[in-house]
């Protein structure tokens, strides 16, 4: 049980770009959310999904695009990289329960990507 | 607007003593909070949390108190130990929020003195 991964860890483009980050999640999963974190800022929402094939967006979505084709996979695409996206990226996932609990359950955070635009 | 804020970007405590971290929120639709706890070059993870309902929840050293009146939440561990340094986040969830989304605050960098 990986849990949730990322892919790349690491990566580093040029302004006018473009690029994928994965996220894949082995524990069967409804929501999965894409954050970027910076200095000072916290953990902010990029997107979000509730399901396969919806997708949502949160508090600082311009310039990313995301799909949730399968339900265990979350892909955030930065069509054209501007230094301002220069941050440490982290997907998450939750899972949804029927009834009382289903608002009290915590978000699985995978490793990051840290992504450097120059 | 900054709806969950930490106010103390960073904290020194001596190994065995208690360690608090404060969170404050303006948002009244909030009923569920969440601490999380950061190593450098790993993904957060989860620690604790609270309900609304509750003013207080404990998890052996941890131990989360929420002032409702005051929107105001803190996270007590005692004893502190060189491996509780790491950068805890506070979050935040309004109920009926669409996705269950949480709101974070800045972070707080705790740093046990051995």
């Known amino acids: 049980n990986a849990g949730v991964t990322q892919t790349p860890k690491f990566r580093v483009l040029k302004t006018g770009q473009s690029m994928t980050l994965l996220c894949a999640q082995d524990m069967n999963h409804e929501y999965m959310y894409w954050y970027r974190q910076d200095p000072g800022m916290g953990l902010r929402l990029i997107h979000y999904?509730?399901?396969?094939?919806?997708?949502a967006k949160g508090e600082v979505p311009d310039g990313y695009n995301v799909s949730r084709l399968k339900k265990q996979n979350f892909l955030l695409g930065l069509e054209s990289a501007a230094p301002s996206q220069t941050s440490v990226y982290f997907c998450a996932s939750s899972y949804t329960t029927s009834g009382r609990e289903r608002w009290n359950r915590e978000q699985f955070f995978g490793p990051g990507t840290r992504l450097t635009v120059l | 607007d900054q709806q969950v804020k930490q106010n103390s970007p960073s904290l020194s405590v001596q190994e065995g003593r208690i360690s608090i971290l404060n969170c404050d929120y303006t948002?009244?639709?909030?009923?569920?909070f969440l601490w999380y706890k950061k190593y450098p070059a790993e993904g957060p993870t989860f620690l604790i949390s609270?309900?609304?309902?509750?003013d207080k929840n404990e998890d052996g050293r941890f131990t989360v108190f929420l002032n409702k009146s005051a929107k105001h939440l803190s996270l007590h561990i005692v004893p502190s130990q060189p491996g509780d340094s790491a950068v805890y986040f506070c979050?935040?969830?309004?109920?009926?929020?669409?996705?269950?989304?949480?709101?974070f605050g800045e972070g707080t960098q705790l740093t046990v003195n051995p």
């Open positions: 999904s509730v399901g396969e094939g919806t997708t």
């Open positions: 979050a935040a969830r309004a109920r009926e929020t669409s996705g269950s989304r949480l709101t």
């Open positions: 948002n009244s639709m909030f009923d569920y």
């Open positions: 609270i309900s609304s309902i509750k």
